[in-house]
């Protein structure tokens, strides 16, 4: 897969999974579309220090097919 920028990523829908303010880097979970049409999910934790969409691409890859997958794979404890 190449490289894809994040701000190259439309997010289709968003959703905070746990309490917390974007300073505590809550998990979220996002609905994206990538640059080359493929749609799928992405969770993890996500605020001021972290960005799920960008540490998914880089260390997982391709979106998950479901968000119950990407959950799982992305977050702790949720």
Known sequence: MAKIDSDDVEILS?????????????????SVRLPDGVCGWIAGPHGVS???????????????DSREAAIAE???GV
């Open 50 to 64: 972290v960005c799920a969409i960008t540490d998914w691409l880089r260390y997982i890859g391709e979106p998950s």
């Open 14 to 30: 968003s959703a905070q999974l746990g309490d917390g303010t974007v300073n505590d880097n809550p998990d979220w979970v996002f």
């Open 74 to 76: 992305g977050c702790d």
